[in-house]
């Protein structure tokens, strides 16, 4: 689930925001739960609080779908290397291989326990609530226990949870009774895939009262292609009319009740019907309808603030944690939810067109200079998407460079990338060529896996995307 920026949410969903222009529609904090409205609002207007129910229940809606159209919750999907044709989630990155599962931590805890691998493969697993806030994120560099080597065993615990937690185990309080654990696991090539699996399959996931007894194989497990269906989520949300919309948001609020820190937006938006169990039937279907339309936009439009801009690319910086920043969390979570925080991965976005006015194909270079290359303990990497962030088809099936194969340098220790439709060998070699689309514009996706310092503070920045014609 990889990655967005702000900016270029708005410039790559543009075929969105014409369709809702047009009346289309397409596309925390820990504590006792919100416990109801305090008080009701004041006359406030039907729109303006329905706009808000949906900027804030964006999230939510979005995990709530993926859940619903995944195994059952408390097991591990594994999947497989992604391809162009791979289609339920965008920004799927080309150098690991994803593990999900949907947690429910309402009746006990799970444990939760990744196995050793060999020291030089990069793995990571983000704990993400019910809002779409990383709660905590374990890795093979910082995997975030006190005790020494692997495997490494978690205790993943609820809100309400209040037991022991055996010294060997290392315990995760998640604020939010619905969770998502996402794992990624590093894989160099298609013919490290068997090994890859061999992990995935080592990893655990039992309930904590049968950990207890013993009963140690009761992880259950797949692996199997990524979701291939013609709509993303994000499209099959803005298919959905306002009442159908926040009536859902209704019901998934039973389950996961607001943070304490949303009481007072709750406050106002319960006035409509819009709490957990609640209805918006009373409102006009209109008003409603138009609320989405207003809201889509809204989350389309914005930008972030805090983004750094270098050579033509996009940082984000804060992908973590959103507190009340409702609009900032519906507008990441509409472009990948359970996005990796920035101490984990460094995603640089920048979007081109890949023809002139009279469709001549455009060539690019990146070079990263002697002594440039990006500072990681683990490996960086850059992809190219299409504009709805799907893997760019091409005769080489090639879909990323830098990482594997590894990048080949330049004798003076410099690296260039050719980005560009047509093979460019034997000027470049085949492993520093990454092909994009033969028409509309192309979002490249530059990672740092395990960023050093220098690049988290910003004084390390990307080389530019140079065009050649």
């Given at each position: 689930m990889d990655p967005r920026a702000g900016a270029l949410t708005r410039r790559s969903l543009l075929g969105l925001g014409a369709a809702i222009a047009a009346g289309a529609l397409v596309p925390g904090c820990g504590g006792e739960p919100w416990s109801g409205p305090a008080h009701t609002t004041g006359p406030r207007d039907v729109l303006a609080l329905a706009i808000e129910a949906y900027i804030f229940g964006y999230p939510m809606i979005m995990l709530d779908m993926m859940r619903a159209a995944s195994g059952p919750s408390n097991t591990i999907e594994h999947s497989v290397l992604p391809d162009p044709h791979d289609r339920g989630v965008a920004r799927l990155s080309h150098d690991m291989v994803y593990s999900q599962a949907w947690?429910?931590?309402?009746?006990?805890p799970m444990v939760l326990q990744i196995p050793g691998m060999e020291p030089d493969r990069y793995w990571l697993f983000q704990l993400v609530d019910g809002w779409a806030n990383t709660v905590h994120d374990l890795s093979s560099k910082t995997p975030r226990t006190s005790v020494e080597g692997p495997p490494y065993t978690y205790v993943v615990t609820g809100p309400q949870w209040t037991g022991d937690v055996p010294s060997i185990m290392t315990r995760l309080h998640m604020p939010s009774a619905m969770c998502t654990a996402v794992g990624r696991i590093q894989i160099n090539g298609t013919a490290d895939a068997p090994k890859v699996h061999q992990w995935q399959q080592q990893v655990k996931l039992?309930?904590?009262?049968?950990?207890m007894r013993g009963e140690l194989d009761r992880t259950v497990s797949r692996v199997h292609p990524i979701d291939r269906g013609p709509e993303p989520p994000v499209k099959r949300i803005a298919a959905m009319d306002g009442r159908t919309y926040l009536d859902r948001l209704c019901r998934v609020m039973l389950a996961d009740p607001p943070?304490?820190?949303?009481?007072?937006?709750?406050?106002?938006?319960?006035?409509?019907g819009v709490l957990p169990g609640g209805t918006v039937d009373n409102q006009p279907t209109d008003v409603l309808d138009e609320a989405v339309r207003q809201a889509q936009r809204r989350i389309i439009d914005w930008t972030d603030p805090t983004a750094r801009h270098v050579n033509g690319w996009e940082i984000p910086i804060d992908l973590a944690s959103f507190g009340t920043d409702y609009l900032r969390r519906a507008a990441n979570t509409l472009y990948t939810p359970g996005l990796a925080p920035l101490r984990d991965i460094l995603y640089a976005n920048q979007q081109a067109p890949t023809t002139d006015d009279q469709g001549r194909p455009h060539r690019y270079r990146i070079r990263f200079a002697p002594g440039q290359w990006p500072p990681v303990d683990a490996f960086t990497s850059i992809t190219a998407y299409d504009t709805q962030g799907f893997l760019v088809p091409n005769p080489a099936q090639t879909y990323s460079v830098g990482h594997f194969p590894a990048a080949v340098p330049a004798p003076d220790g410099s690296v260039e990338f050719a980005v560009q439709q047509q093979d460019p060998s034997p000027t470049i070699p085949q492993a520093n060529w990454l092909p994009i689309p033969e028409t509309g514009d192309v979002i490249l996706t530059l990672r740092l896996y395990a960023p050093r310092e220098a690049a988290i503070e910003g004084k390390w920045g990307p080389p530019p995307l140079t065009r050649l014609d």
């Open positions: 947690l429910d931590l309402s009746d006990e039992i309930p904590l009262s049968a950990w943070a304490p820190a949303d009481a007072p937006l709750m406050d106002q938006i319960a006035a409509i």
